[in-house]
């Protein structure tokens, strides 16, 4: 079964450019979720989608960052301009809600972005 | 504010030996919690779960603790092999919640 499958794997850019991250989920999963990881910490959530609902976006950055999940498969994570700061790992991972305990989130590989 | 903690940011094991990574929580509503590993250049691996209605879980060489009234939990490898060398993160969701907390992460080494 193939996992969370995230695109690009690197990106660079100069600041103020636009940049967009894509992610393909596990095949059944309809929850889906944006993280991000700066350097030496753990991953933060940026977005949670529950099918193509966006449930939780208390923390993603809507003057910048802006996120959909069209038909409730694909994802996109765009950020408009990039700033210095934004530099990081940007994580996909979706999981299978089970109505309880038990949920497990499966993660993809990562994009990385760097601004200079 | 750190909701979820682990305070050891490295740990150095020999192999063979046991390695014990802790995990320090603050909000009570915390009930389930996940390990997950991760190596250089990849995504995070689920390792292995436990809800707070048990005080252990294990799968093959890892076991997790959790201490409820502590608000500790503790993943122990045994025994610890060079391929185990990776950072491990701490993850804590709430009562029903699809949200998880994840703590800084310790780097794991296991020297040959």
């Known amino acids: 079964e193939a996992g969370v499958v995230q695109s690009p794997r690197y990106k660079i850019i100069e600041k103020k450019q636009p940049v967009a991250f894509w992610c393909n989920p596990i095949s059944g999963h309809n929850t889906l979720y944006w993280y991000r990881q700066n350097l030496g910490q753990g991953p933060e959530l940026l977005i949670r989608y529950e099918n193509e609902e966006a449930v939780d976006d208390s923390q993603l950055p809507k003057d910048r960052f802006s996120a959909e999940r069209l038909k409730g498969v694909d994802s996109t994570l765009k950020i408009q301009p990039a700033e210095l700061g934004d530099s990081a790992v940007y994580l996909c991972?979706?999981?299978?809600?089970?109505?309880?305990?038990?949920?497990?989130?499966?993660f993809g590989e990562g994009s990385w972005l760097t601004v200079v | 504010d750190q909701q979820v903690k682990q305070n050891s940011p490295s740990l150095s094991v020999q192999e063979g030996r046991i390695s014990i990574l802790n995990c320090d929580y603050t909000n009570s509503m915390f009930d389930y919690f996940l390990w997950y590993k991760k190596y250089p250049a990849e995504g995070p691996t689920f390792l292995i779960s436990i809800s707070s209605i048990k005080d252990k879980n294990e799968d093959g060489r890892f076991t997790v603790f959790l201490n409820k009234s502590a608000k500790h939990l503790s993943l122990h490898i045994v025994p610890s092999q060079p391929g185990d060398s990776a950072v491990y993160f701490c993850a804590a969701s709430a009562v029903y919640g699809q949200n998880f907390v994840f703590g800084p992460g310790t780097r794991l080494s296991v020297l040959p």
């Open positions: 991972a979706s999981s299978f809600p089970t109505g309880g305990r038990g949920n497990t989130i499966y």
